[in-house]
């Protein structure tokens, strides 16, 4: 139970993460390589916010790191989108080649300033306590990552179901062109889509802080991989998909970690990787571009 | 004389061929002008040249504005409607999703659609990809009919239609053709002599003939030396 | 094939030049911190050197022959890897573990680019991530203590040729380094003019195209997949002997995409673009690193001095601004106005 809860927990990062970086994909044409920054810009804001409140109390302390983190993820993921992806618009290879490079300038920037050693990221300590659930002893902060991602997720359904902006992502995701030759400035949906991505990923960075209760450099690029086997083993522009997907791989990497030994687990994703590719090299989904 | 649609020197390169090699011809305002050539000429790139969804070079006018350099969807927001080639209807949205999402500002003419399509009214919530070819032609003509357009650019609406839909797209096409100003790639060859006003040739990216439709159909050796064999009447 | 003498000038004349470097006792101020052959100025061209040749063996893979791999750094690494293990944790001798480790480079890239290449396009890109990622995660959870974990370990030096051991030897790491360089220019070279080339440079316009002609890619792809590891393997064995034993730094996705940013700043697909870019970026990010603790920069304002003391940052700033700027390299500049024109 603690494995399966655990399990669908770490489902839940992933989800939040590649959900971004598929609708990015499947929307834009982009496989954006600077979502691992957003993940870091956000826990490594949320973190700063905390360390400068010292003296408050820890919920809205915690609280209001988080809160920052998010804001300043979603601003930085819509300046990065006009600022360096929409002047190179249908320039397919140098977009990504630009993610590239902010990704990998980002992580420098994060160890410049701060260093390279983890820190501890304050959160309320409910978070480590555990709650019984069938048995188990399961700790707090599994359901948290949980939660938000079903509030992510039934979020973004309603979102796209529902809003005119949903419906033109939903739209350009099949036919880019055609909803340009409806009239619409498809650039704004992109930048839009890329600041949903940026808030998703940097809650998956606010989250990772209080799952692994510290914040370092690498968290986000090491996190950004497996979103990306999430996502295509879902299937790109699915997000049904990736939520399913996000899912299985949390599950196989906890039970592998365990039944196996530890570090197998990672193993085991990437094999499943291999083998879904090779099954069906169109994902679960079977959306692909 | 320039007409509602004015193209001058027209050039399109897709790859390495050279695909449009000086295109000129004016649409006039009101009725009709078919684009007519056989298969390959080039006579849907003209089509998407005029909408901005190639790379091209040369003079394009509407109304007397140059809209050469203008981006697709703001070309779309002077008037212009388009009827692509395979429909292109969005398959994962629902009949009402793919007519909300044609909406501009002012007033969508739901009525004049429901009126022309009544079909459309019925299967709203329905999935358009699991909609018959005929029905989704049907939402692609009603997406570009939604707004009041100065000119409606029309790809082979009626390919691969059993016969009594083309004669039903035919008959939408005179209707419409009474409303605003069509621009009709068209291979058969009956529905443009219903319809067609005006009538320009391509071969080989190039326009070789220029004049009133029904003049050209009359002359069966023009018609088999300029439009091939094989066209249904 | 017979190569033109005009073709082969250039090269060779470069060629023979690099050969002589170790012989000049000169001072280029700025662009090396060193005297010309004083160890450390031929470690840094020796590296320079065979960072050169690994991007051009991806570049083999990426800018002839349209392959985006996410997962060539796992080739190299198995180059650094295998044959310190062998020498040091198996007590191997060194001839042994070199002839090992070329059946692997031979084998391995094989096997996994059959699985690899039966996708194409993101999903290609995706499986050799992967497959990069679980050899890293084979090289940090150290199995059976061979691989050393994060830190790695000291290669057992005694087994070492003595030719390359020590740092008097400095100077024949440097002429191997640039043997290697030259090696891999000839046959990338050979092997893009030959008539497997015009296939790979086939496939990277137009896939379908060459199916329709009758060939089949898979065999093509598989083929320039196998010489392009091949080579990078032998690249990570250079480069095992410049350093004091391996390191997980080499097997990191990161890698990979810092040998993306060498051949993209060179200029992908074009005859010196990725030895241009990989020598430069292995420089810069040298002298990034001495500047960094310079004088000038130590007394910059914290605002500036921080990010500059990170070469890793201002490489990476240089890198978008290459793609912004000089989309094609710079060995495409002659070329530029109509690069831009294009876009």
Same mark, same amino acid.
């Given at each position: 139970?603690?494995?399966?809860?655990?399990?669908?927990?770490?489902?839940?990062?992933?989800?939040?993460?590649?959900?971004?970086?598929?609708?990015?994909?499947?929307?834009?044409?982009?496989?954006?390589?600077?979502?691992?920054?957003?993940?870091?810009?956000?826990?490594?804001?949320?973190?700063?916010?905390?360390?400068?409140?010292?003296?408050?109390?820890?919920?809205?302390?915690?609280?209001?790191?988080?809160?920052?983190?998010?804001?300043?993820?979603?601003?930085?993921?819509?300046?990065?989108?006009?600022?360096?992806?929409?002047?190179?618009?249908?320039?397919?290879?140098?977009?990504?080649?630009?993610?590239?490079?902010?990704?990998?300038?980002?992580?420098?920037?994060?160890?410049?300033?701060?260093?390279?050693?983890?820190?501890?990221?304050?959160?309320?300590?409910?978070?480590?306590?555990?709650?019984?659930?069938?048995?188990?002893?399961?700790?707090?902060?599994?359901?948290?990552?949980?939660?938000?991602?079903?509030?992510?997720?039934?979020?973004?359904?309603?979102?796209?179901?529902?809003?005119?902006?949903?419906?033109?992502?939903?739209?350009?995701?099949?036919?880019?062109?055609?909803?340009?030759?409806?009239?619409?400035?498809?650039?704004?949906?992109?930048?839009?889509?890329?600041?949903?991505?940026?808030?998703?990923?940097?809650?998956?960075?606010?989250?990772?802080?209080?799952?692994?209760?510290?914040?370092?450099?690498?968290?986000?690029?090491?996190?950004?991989?497996?979103?990306?086997?999430?996502?295509?083993?879902?299937?790109?522009?699915?997000?049904?998909?990736?939520?399913?997907?996000?899912?299985?791989?949390?599950?196989?990497?906890?039970?592998?970690?365990?039944?196996?030994?530890?570090?197998?687990?990672?193993?085991?994703?990437?094999?499943?990787?291999?083998?879904?590719?090779?099954?069906?090299?169109?994902?679960?989904?079977?959306?692909?571009? | 004389?320039?007409?509602?649609?004015?193209?001058?020197?027209?050039?399109?390169?897709?790859?390495?061929?050279?695909?449009?090699?000086?295109?000129?011809?004016?649409?006039?305002?009101?009725?009709?002008?078919?684009?007519?050539?056989?298969?390959?000429?080039?006579?849907?790139?003209?089509?998407?040249?005029?909408?901005?969804?190639?790379?091209?070079?040369?003079?394009?006018?509407?109304?007397?504005?140059?809209?050469?350099?203008?981006?697709?969807?703001?070309?779309?927001?002077?008037?212009?409607?388009?009827?692509?080639?395979?429909?292109?209807?969005?398959?994962?949205?629902?009949?009402?999703?793919?007519?909300?999402?044609?909406?501009?500002?002012?007033?969508?003419?739901?009525?004049?659609?429901?009126?022309?399509?009544?079909?459309?009214?019925?299967?709203?919530?329905?999935?358009?990809?699991?909609?018959?070819?005929?029905?989704?032609?049907?939402?692609?003509?009603?997406?570009?009919?939604?707004?009041?357009?100065?000119?409606?650019?029309?790809?082979?609406?009626?390919?691969?239609?059993?016969?009594?839909?083309?004669?039903?797209?035919?008959?939408?096409?005179?209707?419409?053709?009474?409303?605003?100003?069509?621009?009709?790639?068209?291979?058969?060859?009956?529905?443009?002599?219903?319809?067609?006003?005006?009538?320009?040739?391509?071969?080989?990216?190039?326009?070789?003939?220029?004049?009133?439709?029904?003049?050209?159909?009359?002359?069966?050796?023009?018609?088999?030396?300029?439009?091939?064999?094989?066209?249904?009447? | 094939?017979?190569?033109?003498?005009?073709?082969?000038?250039?090269?060779?004349?470069?060629?023979?030049?690099?050969?002589?470097?170790?012989?000049?006792?000169?001072?280029?101020?700025?662009?090396?911190?060193?005297?010309?052959?004083?160890?450390?100025?031929?470690?840094?061209?020796?590296?320079?050197?065979?960072?050169?040749?690994?991007?051009?063996?991806?570049?083999?893979?990426?800018?002839?022959?349209?392959?985006?791999?996410?997962?060539?750094? /796992?080739?190299? &690494? !198995?180059?650094?890897?295998?044959?310190? %293990? $062998?020498?040091?944790?198996?007590?191997?001798? #060194? @001839?042994? +573990?070199?002839?090992?480790?070329?059946?692997?480079?031979?084998?391995?890239?094989? /096997?996994?680019? &059959? !699985?690899?290449?039966?996708?194409?396009? %993101? $999903?290609?890109?995706?499986?050799?991530?992967? #497959? @990069?990622? +679980?050899?890293?995660?084979?090289?940090?959870?150290?199995?059976?203590?061979?691989?050393?974990?994060?830190?790695?370990?000291?290669?057992?030096?005694?087994?070492?040729?003595?030719?390359?051991?020590?740092?008097?030897?400095?100077?024949?790491?440097?002429?191997?380094?640039?043997?290697?360089?030259?090696?891999?220019?000839?046959?990338?070279?050979?092997?893009?003019?030959?008539?497997?080339?015009?296939?790979?440079?086939?496939?990277?316009?137009?896939?379908?195209?060459?199916?329709?002609?009758?060939?089949?890619?898979?065999?093509?792809?598989?083929?320039?997949?196998?010489?392009?590891?091949?080579?990078?393997?032998?690249?990570?064995?250079?480069?095992?002997?410049?350093?004091?034993?391996?390191?997980?730094?080499?097997?990191?996705?990161?890698?990979?995409?810092?040998?993306?940013?060498?051949?993209?700043?060179?200029?992908?697909?074009?005859?010196?673009?990725?030895?241009?870019?990989?020598?430069?970026?292995?420089?810069?990010?040298?002298?990034?690193?001495?500047?960094?603790?310079?004088?000038?920069?130590?007394?910059?304002?914290?605002?500036?001095?921080?990010?500059?003391?990170?070469?890793?940052?201002?490489?990476?700033?240089?890198?978008?601004?290459?793609?912004?700027?000089?989309?094609?390299?710079?060995?495409?500049?002659?070329?530029?106005?109509?690069?831009?024109?294009?876009?």
């Amino acid at each position: 139970m603690l494995l399966t809860v655990t399990g669908v927990g770490l489902g839940a990062l992933y989800f939040l993460i590649a959900s971004g970086l598929s609708l990015i994909y499947g929307l834009m044409g982009v496989l954006n390589f600077a979502h691992g920054a957003f993940i870091t810009v956000g826990a490594y804001a949320m973190w700063f916010t905390e360390s400068k409140l010292g003296g408050v109390p820890i919920w809205p302390r915690f609280l209001l790191g988080a809160l920052v983190g998010l804001v300043v993820g979603a601003v930085f993921a819509g300046l990065v989108e006009l600022v360096l992806i929409r002047p190179l618009y249908r320039r397919h290879i140098e977009q990504v080649l630009v993610t590239v490079g902010l990704g990998l300038s980002t992580t420098a920037l994060v160890i410049a300033i701060w260093g390279n050693d983890a820190r501890p990221v304050p959160a309320p300590a409910w978070f480590g306590e555990t709650t019984t659930l069938a048995g188990a002893n399961i700790p707090n902060d599994r359901f948290l990552l949980i939660v938000s991602a079903l509030v992510v997720l039934l979020a973004l359904t309603a979102f796209l179901k529902r809003t005119r902006y949903g419906l033109i992502i939903r739209a350009g995701v099949e036919n880019r062109a055609m909803v340009t030759a409806l009239g619409i400035d498809v650039r704004r949906a992109f930048t839009l889509v890329f600041a949903i991505g940026g808030v998703a990923a940097a809650l998956a960075g606010v989250l990772s802080n209080v799952y692994f209760t510290t914040v370092d450099p690498g968290r986000g690029t090491s996190l950004l991989i497996f979103a990306f086997i999430v996502v295509v083993i879902g299937g790109l522009g699915s997000l049904r998909g990736t939520a399913a997907a996000a899912v299985v791989v949390g599950l196989v990497q906890q039970y592998a970690n365990y039944y196996a030994s530890s570090g197998l687990g990672d193993l085991s994703v990437v094999l499943l990787l291999g083998l879904v590719l090779l099954v069906r090299p169109r994902g679960l989904s079977g959306s692909f571009a | 004389m320039s007409g509602l649609l004015s193209v001058r020197d027209l050039h399109v390169h897709l790859g390495e061929s050279h695909v449009l090699q000086g295109i000129e011809f004016d649409v006039p305002e009101g009725g009709v002008t078919a684009l007519l050539g056989r298969n390959g000429v080039g006579k849907t790139t003209t089509l998407r040249a005029l909408m901005g969804l190639v790379d091209r070079r040369g003079s394009i006018k509407l109304g007397g504005e140059e809209i050469t350099a203008t981006p697709t969807h703001r070309i779309v927001r002077r008037g212009v409607g388009y009827v692509p080639e395979d429909r292109d209807v969005f398959a994962g949205l629902t009949v009402d999703e793919n007519l909300r999402l044609a909406e501009r500002d002012g007033d969508p003419r739901y009525e004049l659609v429901y009126d022309l399509f009544p079909e459309l009214k019925e299967r709203g919530r329905q999935l358009a990809g699991t909609l018959s070819g005929g029905q989704q032609q049907m939402v692609a003509i009603a997406r570009a009919l939604l707004n009041e357009n100065r000119v409606l650019l029309v790809d082979e609406p009626t390919k691969g239609l059993a016969p009594l839909l083309v004669t039903q797209v035919a008959d939408v096409l005179a209707r419409v053709s009474e409303l605003t100003t069509v621009l009709l790639v068209e291979q058969n060859l009956g529905v443009v002599q219903r319809v067609a006003r005006e009538a320009v040739v391509l071969d080989t990216g190039r326009v070789v003939h220029i004049g009133p439709a029904k003049e050209l159909l009359a002359n069966e050796a023009m018609v088999h030396r300029m439009l091939g064999v094989g066209h249904a009447a | 094939m017979r190569i033109p003498v005009k073709t082969l000038a250039v090269p060779v004349v470069v060629l023979v030049a690099l050969a002589l470097v170790p012989q000049f006792a000169v001072d280029i101020p700025y662009v090396f911190k060193d005297t010309l052959n004083t160890p450390g100025t031929l470690q840094l061209l020796a590296l320079c050197l065979v960072f050169g040749g690994l991007a051009m063996t991806y570049d083999l893979l990426f800018g002839f022959t349209g392959l985006l791999s996410f997962g060539h750094a /796992l080739y190299f &690494a !198995v180059g650094v890897y295998l044959v310190a %293990i $062998a020498v040091t944790k198996w007590h191997w001798g #060194f @001839a042994v +573990a070199l002839l090992f480790t070329a059946l692997v480079a031979i084998l391995l890239p094989t /096997l996994l680019g &059959a !699985v690899s290449l039966r996708v194409g396009g %993101i $999903a290609f890109a995706m499986v050799t991530l992967a #497959f @990069a990622q +679980a050899g890293s995660i084979l090289a940090f959870k150290n199995p059976w203590g061979w691989t050393g974990g994060e830190e790695g370990f000291g290669t057992d030096y005694t087994k070492l040729p003595d030719a390359f051991v020590g740092i008097l030897n400095t100077k024949n790491l440097y002429w191997l380094a640039l043997v290697y360089a030259a090696v891999v220019f000839a046959i990338v070279r050979w092997v893009v003019g030959s008539s497997p080339g015009h296939v790979w440079q086939a496939i990277r316009e137009n896939e379908l195209r060459v199916e329709v002609l009758g060939l089949r890619p898979f065999g093509y792809k598989l083929l320039v997949f196998v010489i392009a590891s091949f080579l990078a393997t032998a690249g990570g064995v250079v480069y095992l002997l410049t350093q004091t034993g391996p390191s997980t730094e080499v097997t990191t996705a990161n890698f990979t995409l810092t040998l993306l940013v060498m051949v993209v700043i060179g200029g992908s697909g074009t005859k010196w673009g990725a030895l241009l870019g990989g020598v430069l970026y292995t420089w810069a990010n040298q002298r990034l690193g001495d500047a960094s603790s310079s004088h000038a920069v130590s007394s910059l304002p914290p605002v500036l001095r921080t990010p500059l003391q990170q070469p890793a940052f201002v490489l990476g700033v240089l890198f978008i601004l290459v793609v912004f700027f000089i989309p094609g390299g710079l060995a495409r500049t002659g070329r530029l106005r109509r690069a831009l024109k294009l876009s």
